[in-house]
T-cell receptor, first 116, second 114 residues
Framework: AAGVIQSPRHLIKEKRETATLKCYPI?????VYWYQQGPGQDPQFLIS???????DKGSIPDRFSAQQFSDYHSELNMSSLELGDSALYFC???????????????FGPGTRLTVL | QKEVEQDPGPLSVPEGAIVSLNCTYS??????FMWYRQYSRKGPELLMY????GNKEDGRFTAQVDKSSKYISLFIRDSQPSDSATYLC??????????????FGKGTHLIIQP
């Protein structure tokens, strides 16, 4: 079965640079979520999008922004990178079920960002 | 205090044993509960997903939710060395948008000894 695709898988940036992470949800999933997982930490929710509109917002820094496009893929844009931004960034996707309930979230393999 | 509390372990058990993993949560708005398995440097893999109190079984895995005491459990029967991983419990609710982010526990590092 098709899974969530994330690119790039690894990214190395310098401090103060910008980075763009991409997420391609499971086919027919209309919702994407972004999470940040630091070393030895649990995933922290950043932001979600449903039908191209921001749905929920977590602990996303103001230096980060994200959007969902018409083909449902999403991009996380990170500016003025700091050493503390080094982490695994996961995208997850889900679909809206009949009756309005929501299916669970399926995670991608992650992008490992290293800021030097 | 985290909204989802989980003992980080490590928890070490012999192969074939029954494993019990537990979480507690404090947010009454949480409506659904998941267990994910995460191998080192990999994405979380969904194991179990449930909305309601009670038990849900899938193969060697049983998830148990008690909403009255805000307690979540995962049982693994006939544990295998390949089950060695970090197990994350997660909870979520329904805000206006309906696509709430999950709140995770810190994860329990499980080691199955051959």
């Amino acid at each position: 079965a098709a899974g969530v695709i994330q690119s790039p898988r690894h990214l190395i940036k310098e401090k103060r640079e910008t980075a763009t992470l991409k997420c391609y949800p499971i086919p027919r999933h209309d919702t994407v979520y972004w999470y940040q997982q630091g070393p030895g930490q649990d995933p922290q929710f950043l932001i979600s999008f449903y039908e191209k509109m921001q749905s929920d917002k977590g602990s996303i820094p103001d230096r980060f922004s994200a959007q969902q496009f018409s083909d449902y893929h999403s991009e996380l844009n990170m500016s003025s990178l700091e050493l503390g931004d080094s982490a695994l960034y996961f995208c997850a996707s889900s679909s809206r079920l009949a009756g309005g309930a929501r299916d669970t979230q399926y995670f991608g393999p992650g992008t490992r960002l290293t800021v030097l | 205090q985290k909204e989802v509390e989980q003992d980080p372990g490590p928890l070490s058990v012999p192969e074939g044993a029954i494993v019990s993993l537990n979480c507690t949560y404090s947010n009454s708005a949480f409506q659904y509960f998941m267990w994910y398995r995460q191998y080192s440097r990999k994405g979380p893999e969904l194991l179990m997903y449930t909305y309601s109190s009670g038990n849900k079984e899938d193969g060697r895995f049983t998830a148990q939710v008690d909403k009255s005491s805000k307690y979540i459990s995962l049982f693994i029967r006939d544990s295998q060395p390949s089950d060695s991983a970090t197990y994350l419990c997660a909870s979520g609710g329904y805000s206006g948008g309906g696509a709430d982010g999950l709140t995770f526990g810190k994860g329990t590092h499980l080691i199955i000894q051959p």
